[in-house]
Structures are given as C-alpha cells and as structure tokens.
C-alpha cells in the first residue's frame, strides 16, 4: 500500500471510529468564548542571533457555528490579532522587528475526555511587520522583514474549565509560537 493510500486509510478509519470514542461536547453551536495566550518559541524568526524581545501575545473570539459533526463534533471560528517582538543582533548593532498578526481562525473541536474541550485548527492571516535598526549598522547590512505578508498556522489544543466560565488552554502547533498556554472565558 503507497503512503498516501494509507494516510487516507488511516484518515476514514479515524473519523469511522470517532463517534464511538466521543464524550459529551463541551463546546457547541452559540457558545462564545474569548482566549487569550501567552506563547514559547516561534516559526516567526529562526537563525541564530534573533532574541524574543515580547513573547508571542494573542487573543481571539470565537463563536460555535456548527454542531452535532462526526458525533458530538463541533466548529468555531473567530478573528485572530497576534503580537510578537524580535531583535537580530551583533556586536554593537542590529535590528528590532515587531509583528502584528490579523487573521482567522477557525478550530473544529471533539470532545476525546470528558470536561476537555480538546480542537484542532487553523489560522490565516496577515503579518504587518516594522524593522527598526539600532546601532552603528556596518555598510551591507540591510534589514529585512522576512516575515511578513501572508501566515498561517495549525494547532492542536485542550481548554480545560476551572470554575464558572473560566478555563485553562494549552494549543502546540506552528506558527506564532509553538507552544501557547492562556486563559479563556465564556460569555
């Protein structure tokens, strides 16, 4: 069988199973809800030299517009607005960059624990970038925003309620940062 033969076997036999395995939804069509994260790491800037000035910052809403999928499967989508500040130096010079993401989610949530809300998901977006340079900058060295215009990220995540509307999260995935942890709160 050719690996993509057994992606797509894999893919149906997951979601085949999925309504056997699901607990009861937390996350369901109406439900509006407000995450705000703090995140680690990046796929902003890599390379050496480049320092996290603020880390990953990000809120967005979301509101549940389908549900009942595969079993107890939910959808919600909502804007995204991200942060994130990055310096690039060497010696006595370089540059600050600061990153302004505006965007979309969308997270397609499965109850796989019960009192978990656990989803995947997608963001994309627009990353609206400034350089400033500092220092005495050696002839030949131009700043550049490598990362900016067009991003994306996917995600996996758990929100967990601790009290009331209050909950917990946790996403990993790519993007903003590659790991996130936060609070979020139902309206």
Partial sequence: MGFKKLIVFTVILLFGLLPGVSQEPVFVRGDKIV???IGMGSALYTGMNYKTSVPPLSIFPEYG??????????????PFVGYAAYKWD????????????????GNFHYPLINDLDTYTGVMMGYN???VREF?????????????????WSWFVGARYEVMGNLSLTAELGYG???LSV??????
């Fill in 65 to 78: 517009i389908a549900d009942e999928l595969i079993g107890h499967g939910a959808v919600g989508v909502g």
């Fill in 90 to 105: 060497l010696v006595d010079f370089g540059w600050k960059y600061s990153n302004v993401i505006l965007g979309g989610r």
């Fill in 176 to 178: 903003i940062s590659y």
């Fill in 182 to 187: 936060g609070m979020a709160w139902e309206l």
């Fill in 135 to 151: 220092g005495s900058v050696l002839p030949g060295y131009e700043a550049e925003a490598a990362a900016k215009g067009f991003v």
């Fill in 35 to 37: 995450h705000i994260s």
């Fill in 128 to 130: 609206l970038t400034t």
